[in-house]
């Protein structure tokens, strides 16, 4: 792999805007399109394009999540692909299976299930279907910047609030605050927990691993918009990359407590499939002097691989170098949030429109 000198100045060989810069091959496809020159002489790539929107006919969007890595049981995603183009997604692989590559493609190639909010009233409507909170981006971020328009998001949310049916919230992008009404009036029945996800506070830093979410500054805007209005939020720091953001671990608790977060956590950056080599193209493109040291302290924690699907493990890693950041952690929790409580999803509260509550 070729180091440039200065890649970071060269718009012919880094796309700001765009967290991979390369598209990987597709698995499931016999044959793949690659760029040979670069003298114009090839059609539009992807990376210099503009955003391109798909409509799904979706058959259902509720999604069983049979994982003990999972925040909740349950999970809605409206959009598949994601513009924020956070380059260590793992989301990213799931954009093969709609016949696209995990790298470009993923943020600039994005999929709108349109009739998101019908299947979600379906599904609980359905007698069968048994109370459970659902995660809002269990995949894909339910408020990137498509969302302002198509308000998928909104019209989930308000079904949620109309059947009291409890639900969580994952994402990096301040839309979230256009939904506060709603927010407030499922916090008031403990049906809504909100994480912002703050996985640096340097904003050199942010602009290429997750080039098109809102700033941390923003984030923590969040994090305190929400907190006055009674509406229970905690931070994410996800993902945690050794020899990256790391470091940063004790000054972004410190940061989010103040600014009203009840509660944090963490995960560890785990490179599966094809966001291995987009990662370590990026890395080597944008930090070359630190390439292979975050390469290897990532290996480090996941017994000597970039990837990881073991269950419990693949988020948290081991090792000595995973240890010493869980301590990191904890000691910086316990610092900053001292009086933390888990928090309980009320499910007493769901109904059937023209049902009588059971409750």
């Not at 909170?133 to 971020?141: A, E, H, K, L, R």
């Not at 605050?177 to 916090?187: N, Q």
Request: net charge positive; aromatic share 10%; glycine share 6%.
């Amino acid at each position: 792999m070729t180091i440039l000198e200065n890649p970071i100045e060269s718009e012919k060989f880094f796309f700001k805007g765009r967290g991979a810069q390369i598209n990987p091959f597709n698995p499931y496809h016999s044959t793949n399109y690659t760029r040979e020159h670069y003298e114009g002489l090839d059609e539009t790539w992807p990376l210099e394009a503009e955003t391109q929107f798909f409509t799904e006919q979706a058959k259902k969007i509720v999604n069983l999540i049979d994982t003990p890595d999972a925040p909740m049981p349950a999970s809605v995603n409206p959009y598949q692909g994601c513009e924020h183009g956070c380059i260590y997604c793992y989301a990213r692989n799931t954009h093969n299976y709609w016949g696209f590559s995990a790298g470009a493609d993923f943020e600039s190639r994005i999929i709108i299930k349109h009739n998101a909010p019908q299947l979600l009233e379906k599904t609980l409507m359905d007698k069968k279907w048994v109370v459970t909170p659902i995660m809002f981006s269990g995949n894909t971020d339910c408020y990137q910047p498509i969302e302002r328009k198509m308000q998928l998001t909104r019209k989930m949310l308000e079904i949620c609030l109309k059947f009291g049916h409890p639900a969580g919230i994952i994402t990096k992008n301040s839309l979230i605050l256009r939904d506060i009404d709603i927010l407030g009036e499922m916090a008031t029945k403990d049906l809504i927990q909100v994480y912002i996800s703050i996985t640096t506070l340097d904003e050199s830093l942010r602009k290429v691993m997750e080039p098109r979410t809102s700033s941390a500054q923003s984030r923590m805007r969040i994090l305190k918009t929400l907190s006055d209005k009674g509406i229970p939020v905690s931070v994410m720091i996800g993902p945690v990359i050794p020899g990256l953001n790391d470091h940063e671990i004790p000054d972004i608790l410190e940061t989010a407590a103040r600014n009203g977060a009840r509660d944090g956590s963490f995960n560890m950056v785990r490179l599966n499939g094809s966001v291995a080599e987009i990662f370590a193209d990026w890395i080597q493109k944008t930090y070359p002097d630190k390439a292979e040291r975050v390469l290897n302290n990532i290996r480090a924690v996941h017994q000597g691989n970039l990837n990881d699907s073991r269950w419990k493990t693949r988020m948290r890693g081991d090792g000595k170098l995973a240890e010493s950041i869980h301590q990191l952690f904890r000691l910086s929790r316990d610092k900053y949030f001292p009086n933390r409580k888990p928090y309980v999803h009320n499910t007493s509260h769901f109904q059937r429109p023209g049902q009588l509550s059971l409750f």
